[in-house]
């Protein structure tokens, strides 16, 4: 985590290792920027207009499996989206409670956008995916969470064929989305798989 990083920087600074601080500063900076560079992809994806899309972000925690979302890469990647004007987000998290997205939301973007963005965080049948994908422009992963994994086609059936799919996590089955018809954008590809 991210606070836990800064905080070995701190010490490392206060012990005079200042080459040790610096490297770990380091890291989070790469981190931070890894992120930004993300939500740039999605924009650039769609040759940096988002005016009327609607863009689904899965996940909301900084990890795998828990409900805790401070410091995630989500709220980065959700400002980058609406400085780009993008016409709706929505974060879907099964383990985050919609109390503690909205504050860690307000506590790093306040209330810009807002009223751009929702949350859910149940689902109680496959066919949940149906009003979460509705329309989307683009689905990005951003969690690692069991529960995305090995849903592949499970979630296809929900989606357009011209919906765009952005694996932040590695975690989908990049081959099965090409052989159904979608292209799939990885970290760090600016080009479809």
């Known amino acids: 985590m991210e606070k836990d990083v800064k905080s070995l920087v701190y010490i490392a600074r206060s012990l005079g290792l200042h080459e040790v601080a ?10 931070r920027f890894q992120t930004t560079r993300f ?23 900084f990890k795998a499996n828990t409900n805790d979302c401070r410091n995630s890469c989500t709220f980065e990647v959700i400002r980058v989206l609406l ?14 409670k919609a109390d503690e997205f909205w504050k860690e939301y307000n506590w790093i973007l306040g209330s810009k956008g807002n009223n751009k963005v929702s949350f859910q965080s149940k689902m109680t049948h496959n066919n949940d995916f149906s009003t979460l994908f509705m329309d989307a422009s683009a689905i990005a992963f951003l969690t690692d969470h069991d529960f995305f994994k090995k849903k592949d ?19 989908l089955q990049q081959e099965v989305w090409k052989k159904n018809g979608y292209e799939i954008f990885t970290l760090g590809s600016f080009h479809p798989c």
């Open 153 to 171: 086609e499970e979630m296809m059936p929900y989606m357009k064929k011209s919906c765009l799919i952005f694996d932040g996590r590695r975690i």
């Open 22 to 31: 610096e490297y770990w500063d380091r890291v989070v900076n790469f981190n």
């Open 39 to 61: 939500g740039q992809q999605i924009v650039q994806a769609f040759d940096n207009c988002l005016k009327s899309k609607r863009i689904v972000l899965m996940g909301a925690s």
């Open 83 to 96: 400085e780009e004007d993008a016409g709706s987000i929505i974060v879907y998290d099964p383990f985050t």
